[in-house]
């Protein structure tokens, strides 16, 4: 654990988000040290808590991306609500929102007027499609935004359906571009005094990850195809199934093509002209994959990776989950930590991957129930105990620590 000060210690932010892609930005900006206000809706809190699965009443992706954060439930809609968000906006250095476009400003809440009460705001909204255009008001999720942006198209077997990835890439991609923007722009309010508006679609985003794809369409005049676990321009790369699972195989250059023929004991296909170069075997892609399943499949994934590595071909043990999780690689570099969650008790989550100077950045506090800070945010924003009092006997703020 850190023994230093987190690199962000003594930021603050203002964190209007819901859902994945917001949350995961403030995620990050808060493991790293900074203070991160959450308003949530009041009575109701982030969408995200009444996601399936609960553990014992909580919505346990909420749990996940919203570690290190401070939950101060409050009614935007109330004029009260409003001012106490202005006195935070003037104390705050970063406001992350990812309303449906346009709604924060609706609210009051947007960076023309919160700049007025501190210029060197930065102030980002992430969307699902951006501040313009036909889709600007739309609804997205992680698998609308991969739908839309070409990368579900792009993924999955060649005569199959297109296919989303297994996990929430989408808004974890748009979260760390968030994260890269926010930090960026705090560099230059620091230098310059002024902040700035950041907009951010997750569409967008999810171009950018295809970014060959626009190559190829530049230069073929046609749309890349899907080539499911195998790679377009160099073979052998991808998935081969194993006696006891499946591994991971990646002949990259010719020397390598070479040690891999005789690392499986099938020297033969030196000698076969579909299999001559990389071209050939790219335009052979099939028939080479069944060639080396033919090796592959009488051998279990310990075997291949050891005997490619050792012949210096890049491959890998397609791990299950359990299997990464419980890896000697995994528990011997401080992959997880164990935390106290309100509601539930001892968990285990995944550590920050980023390390500085070797450090695993700490998890000082599991998820907080709806609006468990919010007397003492207000307290620390100068509010006296009369003042908090009545903003909760007026339905301004709450703590229904759900």
């Known amino acids: 654990m850190m023994e230093k000060k987190l690199p962000l210690e003594g930021l603050k932010v203002l964190d209007f988000t819901i859902a994945l892609a917001g949350p995961f930005t403030a995620w990050q900006l808060a493991d790293m040290g900074a203070e991160v206000w959450k308003i949530e809706r009041y009575g109701g809190g982030d969408q995200c808590r009444v996601w399936d699965p609960f553990l014992n009443d909580l919505g346990t992706m909420f749990v996940s991306y919203n570690k290190n954060k401070k939950s101060v439930e409050m009614n935007l809609a109330a004029p009260e609500g409003k001012a106490v968000i202005y006195e935070m906006a003037k104390k705050a250095d970063v406001v992350i929102e990812n309303f449906k476009s346009g709604s924060i400003d609706r609210l009051g809440l947007g960076y023309e007027k919160l700049k007025e009460l501190n210029p060197k705001l ?12 036909p889709l600007m008001k739309l609804p997205c999720y992680d698998a609308i935004a991969e739908a839309r942006s070409g990368f579900a198209a792009s993924n999955g077997d060649p005569e199959g359906p297109p296919m989303k990835a297994g996990n929430c890439i989408g808004d974890t991609i748009t ?3 968030g994260l890269n923007a926010v930090l960026m722009a705090l560099i230059n309010a620091r230098r310059t005094g002024q902040g ?21 369409f530049s230069l073929h005049g046609r749309a890349q ?7 377009r321009f160099t073979a052998p790369y991808g998935m081969f199934e194993a006696r006891d699972g499946w591994c991971v195989i990646i002949a990259d250059t010719e020397e390598r093509w070479q040690a891999l023929c005789g690392a499986l004991g099938h020297p033969e296909w030196l000698d076969d002209p579909r299999f001559a170069d ?10 080479l994959a069944e060639a080396v399943t033919t090796a592959t499949v009488r051998l279990r994934r310990e075997e291949i990776e050891s005997r490619l590595l050792a012949a210096d071909v890049p491959a890998s043990a397609v791990l299950s989950f359990i299997e990464a999780y419980t890896s000697g690689h995994a528990g011997q570099t401080e992959l997880t930590q164990l935390v106290e969650q309100k509601k539930i008790g001892l968990m285990r989550f995944y550590s920050n991957p980023i390390h500085f100077d070797g450090e695993t950045i700490p998890i000082r506090r599991g998820a907080p129930l709806l609006g468990e800070d919010t007397t003492d945010v207000l307290r620390d924003l100068g509010y006296t105990q009369s003042e908090i009092d009545k903003l909760y006997a007026d339905g301004v703020v709450g703590a229904s620590l759900i």
């Not at 700035?196 to 190829?216: F, K, P, Y």
């Not at 990389?278 to 028939?287: G, L, S």
């Open 278 to 287: 990389n071209a050939a075997r790219v335009a052979h892609r099939d028939e």
């Open 122 to 133: 930065v102030f980002i909204s992430l969307s699902g499609f951006g501040a313009s255009g």
């Open 196 to 216: 700035c508006r950041i907009d951010m679609s997750m569409m967008d985003v999810g171009m950018q990850a295809c970014e060959e794809t626009i190559i190829d």
């Open 225 to 231: 195809a899907r080539f499911g676990d195998h790679d």
């Open 175 to 177: 979260g760390l571009y």
